[in-house]
């Protein structure tokens, strides 16, 4: 009864909805556009508003394959559409057209408007961004017919500016019952949870799925358990089995933006990467460390750098140095269980000591790696850090 009531209820809604798109001409979501600052300039096309009454855009995000859609008001040429289907687009037909975003803030693709064409949002002469930090537009956009669109301006003041903001790693907890803890940064890191998934192992996550958020995963052996975010938490078939057993590692090794199972055994890393089906491809990495494996992009090229811990001391390998030991090793001064994850959403991961199982010590990249913390979680367990709400 429940299920049938919930169903008519969308359908009722779905017909509504219908209803104000026929009345409205165009489809509209509230999006996520500042009220006040929302405005860009043409100077051939005047003011475009980009978070209308009757609409806006919405800023998705969905790590590297974040996107827009929606639409923005111009007075003097009309709706513009900032996408064409479903985000993340190809741009190759006039059914898949539309303005993505890469998780540095970069916006690239086309948006399209009834009576001025295609608009750029990456040109030769220049590149519209968004504030990985501050959430606010700037640079020119192209369009052939009206000339250059500017989101930011000082006088007169004009600015879009959208509550994205890049992707954040969320501290979580795992504890021994196989209960997950999540403190989500753009909950204030309160607390939520226990979720449970029925299976208590080692505990990981890694976006494997590739839609920007952290699908939560169990390794037993050489069996792994992976629920994916973009199907509702299912678990993702399987188990998986490669075959190997050892400290199961994930992260995106070949930067095709979904992560790659990893086992590591002394100093001999085994990685299948999705990008090659996640066959072996004959790669065995060696780089002569043994200790506690992990991998997060350091460097921040997008390319998961390995790393081994031992005590106080960090080894990590750059990948874009073509994995070569970055200086040092590191040392922080502390031991403990080590994470590493981009907690201020700079693009390269801080490393992270968890002591005790609940005091979280951590380097920011951002502030040069001083030290900051130690943060009490308050649940004692495996303590893991990923996005798990892609933002
Ligand atoms: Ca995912
Ligand atoms: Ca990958
Ligand atoms: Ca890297
Ligand atoms: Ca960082």
Redesign the pocket.
């Known amino acids: 009864m429940i299920t049938s009531n919930a169903h008519s209820m969308q359908a009722g809604k779905r017909v509504l909805f219908l209803l104000a798109l026929f009345a409205a001409g165009a489809v509209f979501a509230e999006g996520n556009i500042s009220a006040t600052n929302k405005f860009a300039w043409s100077e051939n096309a005047g003011w475009q508003n980009w978070s209308p009454t009757n609409g806006g855009v919405t800023v998705h995000a969905a790590g590297t394959n974040s996107y827009l859609s929606g639409y923005a008001w111009a007075e003097n040429i009309g709706w513009i559409k900032m996408g064409a289907g479903t985000g993340s687009y190809a741009n190759t037909t006039a059914d898949n057209y539309g303005v993505n975003l890469d998780r540095d803030g970069n916006l690239s693709g086309y948006a399209w408007s009834e009576t001025c064409g295609w608009i750029n949002f990456n040109p030769t002469h220049s590149q519209a961004v968004i504030s990985p930090t501050t959430g606010s537009f700037d640079g020119y956009a192209w369009a052939e017919n009206i000339g250059w669109i500017h989101f930011k301006n000082t006088s007169p003041a004009y600015n879009v500016c959208t509550s994205w903001r890049a992707s954040l790693a969320d501290p979580a907890i795992v504890d021994i019952l196989g209960n997950w803890y999540l403190c989500l940064a753009r909950n204030g890191y309160l607390m939520s949870g226990p979720f449970n998934f029925n299976v208590s192992a080692r505990p990981l996550a890694a976006d494997f799925d590739g839609d920007g958020k952290a699908d939560p995963a169990m390794v037993d052996g050489t069996l792994w358990y992976v629920w994916f975010t973009g199907a509702g938490y299912q678990l993702s078939g399987g188990p998986w089995n490669f075959g190997v057993l050892g400290d199961p590692v994930a992260a ?9 199972p990893a086992m590591v055994i002394n100093t001999l890393w085994y990685v299948w ?3 090659s089906g996640y066959q072996l491809n004959g790669v065995t990495w060696n780089f002569g460390v043994a200790g506690d494996p992990l991998a997060a992009d350091f460097d921040g090229d997008t390319l998961a750098d390995p790393a081994m811990v031992i005590g106080t001391w960090w080894y990590v390998w750059f990948t874009s140095t073509g994995y070569q030991l970055s200086g040092g090793p590191w040392n922080f001064g502390v031991a403990g269980d080590p994470v590493a994850a981009d907690f201020d959403g700079d693009g390269k991961a801080d490393p992270a000591m968890v002591v005790d199982n609940a005091l979280w010590y951590v380097w920011f990249s951002s502030i040069g790696y001083q030290p900051s913390g130690p943060y009490y979680l308050g649940v004692s367990g495996t303590p893991i850090a990923a996005d798990f709400d892609g933002q």
């Open positions: 995106d090794f070949d930067g095709d933006g979904k992560a790659d990467f999705s990008g």
